[in-house]
C-alpha cells in the first residue's frame, strides 16, 4: 500500500493559505527511502534551508564515526585534543561590571559535548552570557568570528544540561583528528555516501539564490522580512549551526539512522547513541530566552526525556505520534525533525522563520506527526 500523503499536503497548502507561513516543505522517509515530500507556498523542490542547530546531529555522527574507527574516545578530555578548551574558565558571576571566572572543577569531555552537559552555553538562552557579551563586547557564535567559541563556561562540565556551543567544539575535534576542514569531512564520509548532494557550509550563488528567505513573525501575528540571518561568510565550518541543505537531504540522513546507519555508521553505535546519556542530569522545565527575536521560551514537553550522543530523546510512547527512545531536533529558524526507529519512520519538517519555537510551527508539526503515524499504522509493519 503507497503511504497517501493527501493530509499533510492539504496542512502545509492551508498553514500558508492562511498567511501563517511563507513557505514550508516536509519530507517522510522509512528504512528504505523517501514516503512523501512536499513543499508550499515560496518552497519549490529544490529550495535550500539553513539547517542551523541541525547541523549538530551531522556532525556528532562525524564524531561517532572517528569513535568507531578508535581515532577519538567518548570519554577523552577535549582539553587533550584542542589544549586551547582546556584555558576556557567558568563565569561564575560578575562583581559589579567585572566578570568573576574561576577554573572549571573538571575538564569536559567528548561525550559530554555531544550531551550538551560541557559547561558551555548559548548567548541568547543564558543570562549570564547576555551580560558577559555586553560588557566585554566579546563577539557571538552567530557573527561567522571563530573567537566567539572562547567566551567562558557557565557551568562546571557534567554537572548540568546547558545549551550551547557545545557541537561546534566538536566540530573543531574533528577538524583536529581527521586533518580536514568539518565540511570536507562530512562532504566525503557523510553528504557523499548518502548522497546529500545540496548540503554544504559554503553555498554557492547558485544555491544561495534557492534559499528560502528568513521572515520574522511581529507581535500582530504577520509576517515580515526578517534582519536576521546566518553571516554570509563564517571563519570556520559551524558544526553547531553552520550548514545548508534540501528538506531531502535532511530526509536522506534521518533514512540512515533508521537503517542502523546505512553503512555509515554501525548498527551498535545508532542503538548507543539513541540511548540516555544524562544519568542523574535532568533537563530542564524551560529554555528560557534572552533574545526574543531568535527564540520564545521553550518548555519541555510534560512526557519522559533525555538526551543521547547528539539528540534529544523521548522516553515514553506517545499515543499516535512517535515511540518510546525517538530522537530529535530543531534548528532555530523553526526546522524540526524525528528519528522513530521503533516504527522505522522519521519526518523533517522546515521553515525560515524567527523567533524559534513559533506556535504556529508547533501547530503545524504536530498535525504532520499525527497524519504520519496515521498512515504508518496502514503502511509500515511495527518492528
Same mark, same amino acid.
Given at each position: 500500500?503507497?503511504?497517501?500523503?493527501?493530509?499533510?499536503?492539504?496542512?502545509?497548502?492551508?498553514?500558508?493559505?492562511?498567511?501563517?507561513?511563507?513557505g514550508?516543505?516536509?519530507?517522510?522517509?522509512?528504512?528504505?527511502?523517501?514516503?512523501?515530500?512536499?513543499?508550499?507556498?515560496?518552497?519549490?523542490?529544490?529550495?535550500?534551508?539553513?539547517n542551523?542547530?541541525?547541523?549538530?546531529?551531522?556532525?556528532?555522527?562525524?564524531?561517532?564515526?572517528?569513535?568507531?574507527?578508535?581515532?577519538?574516545?567518548?570519554?577523552?578530555?577535549?582539553?587533550?585534543i584542542?589544549?586551547?578548551?582546556?584555558?576556557?574558565?567558568?563565569?561564575?558571576?560578575?562583581?559589579?561590571?567585572?566578570?568573576?571566572?574561576?577554573?572549571?572543577?573538571?575538564?569536559?569531555?567528548?561525550?559530554?559535548?555531544?550531551?550538551?552537559?560541557?559547561?558551555?552555553?548559548?548567548?541568547?538562552?543564558?543570562?549570564?552570557?547576555?551580560?558577559?557579551?555586553e560588557?566585554?563586547?566579546?563577539?557571538?557564535?552567530?557573527?561567522?568570528?571563530?573567537?566567539?567559541?572562547?567566551?567562558?563556561?557557565?557551568?562546571?562540565?557534567?554537572?548540568?544540561?546547558?545549551?550551547?556551543?557545545n557541537?561546534?567544539?566538536?566540530?573543531?575535534?574533528?577538524?583536529?583528528?581527521?586533518?580536514?576542514?568539518?565540511?570536507?569531512?562530512?562532504?566525503?564520509?557523510?553528504?557523499?555516501?548518502?548522497?546529500?548532494?545540496?548540503?554544504?557550509?559554503?553555498?554557492?550563488?547558485?544555491?544561495r539564490?534557492?534559499l528560502?528567505?528568513?521572515m520574522?513573525?511581529?507581535?500582530?501575528?504577520?509576517?515580515?522580512?526578517?534582519?536576521?540571518?546566518?553571516?554570509?561568510?563564517?571563519e570556520? $565550518?559551524?558544526? =553547531?549551526?553552520?550548514?545548508?541543505?534540501?528538506?531531502? *537531504?535532511?530526509? @536522506?540522513? %534521518?533514512?540512515?539512522? /533508521?537503517?542502523?546507519?546505512?553503512?555509515?555508521?554501525?548498527?551498535?553505535?545508532?542503538?548507543?547513541?539513541?540511548?540516555?546519556?544524562?544519568?542523574?542530569?535532568?533537563?530542564?522545565?524551560?529554555?528560557?530566552?534572552?533574545?526574543?527575536?531568535?527564540?520564545?521560551?521553550?518548555?519541555?514537553?510534560?512526557?519522559?526525556?533525555?538526551?543521547?550522543?547528539?539528540?534529544?530523546?523521548t522516553?515514553?510512547?506517545?499515543?499516535?505520534?512517535?515511540?518510546?527512545?525517538?530522537? $530529535?531536533?530543531? =534548528?532555530?529558524?523553526?526546522?524540526?525533525?524525528?528519528? *522513530?526507529?521503533? @516504527?522505522? %519512520?522519521?519526518?523533517? /519538517?522546515?521553515?525560515?522563520?524567527?523567533?524559534?519555537?513559533?506556535?504556529?510551527?508547533?501547530?503545524?508539526?504536530?498535525?504532520?506527526?499525527?497524519?504520519?503515524?496515521?498512515?504508518?499504522?496502514?503502511?509500515?509493519?511495527?518492528?
Open positions: 500500500m503507497a503511504f497517501d500523503g493527501s493530509a499533510i499536503k492539504a496542512l502545509l497548502d492551508g498553514v500558508v493559505a492562511k498567511g501563517a507561513l511563507h514550508v516543505a516536509a519530507v517522510v522517509v522509512d528504512r528504505n527511502g523517501q514516503l512523501f515530500h512536499h513543499a508550499a507556498g515560496e518552497a519549490r523542490a529544490d529550495t535550500l534551508f539553513r542551523a542547530s541541525m547541523t549538530k546531529a551531522v556532525a556528532t555522527t562525524a564524531a561517532l564515526q572517528l569513535v568507531e574507527q578508535g581515532r577519538l574516545s567518548l570519554d577523552a578530555s577535549v582539553a587533550s584542542l589544549p586551547e578548551f582546556g584555558r576556557l574558565q567558568v563565569l561564575d558571576g560578575f562583581d559589579g561590571d567585572k566578570p568573576r571566572l574561576r577554573p572549571p572543577a573538571s575538564q569536559a569531555t567528548v561525550r559530554q559535548l555531544m550531551t550538551h552537559t560541557g559547561g558551555l552555553g548559548y548567548f541568547f538562552l543564558n543570562e549570564k552570557l547576555v551580560r558577559y557579551h560588557l566585554t563586547g566579546e563577539p557571538t557564535a552567530l557573527t561567522g568570528l571563530k573567537r566567539s567559541l572562547s567566551v567562558p563556561l557557565v557551568n562546571d562540565p557534567g554537572t548540568a544540561w546547558e545549551y550551547g556551543v557541537t561546534d567544539w566538536l566540530g573543531l575535534v574533528i577538524e583536529k583528528i581527521s586533518g580536514q576542514s568539518l565540511g570536507s569531512y562530512l562532504g566525503q564520509h557523510i553528504y557523499g555516501p548518502l548522497k546529500m548532494n545540496d548540503s554544504t557550509f559554503t553555498p554557492s550563488d547558485a544555491q539564490a534557492r528560502l528567505r528568513v520574522q513573525r511581529q507581535a500582530d501575528g504577520r509576517l515580515a522580512p526578517s534582519p536576521h540571518d546566518l553571516p554570509p561568510t563564517s570556520w $565550518d559551524a558544526g =553547531g549551526h553552520g550548514s545548508y541543505g534540501t528538506v531531502q *537531504d535532511y530526509g @536522506r540522513f %534521518v533514512r540512515a539512522w /533508521l537503517d542502523d546507519g546505512a553503512g555509515i555508521l554501525k548498527p551498535a553505535t545508532v542503538q548507543l547513541a539513541l540511548q540516555n546519556h544524562l544519568g542523574a542530569i535532568k533537563l530542564p522545565e524551560l529554555m528560557k530566552s534572552m533574545v526574543p527575536e531568535l527564540s520564545n521560551d521553550v518548555p519541555a514537553l510534560p512526557v519522559p526525556q533525555g538526551w543521547g550522543l547528539g539528540f534529544h530523546l522516553l515514553a510512547d506517545l499515543p499516535g505520534m512517535r515511540s518510546n527512545g525517538t530522537g $530529535d531536533w530543531a =534548528g532555530v529558524f523553526n526546522s524540526y525533525y524525528w528519528i *522513530d526507529r521503533t @516504527r522505522g %519512520v522519521g519526518g523533517v /519538517l522546515m521553515t525560515q522563520l524567527l523567533p524559534f519555537f513559533d506556535m504556529r510551527v508547533i501547530e503545524t508539526l504536530m498535525g504532520f506527526e499525527m497524519a504520519v503515524y496515521q498512515q504508518v499504522g496502514s503502511v509500515l509493519p511495527a518492528a
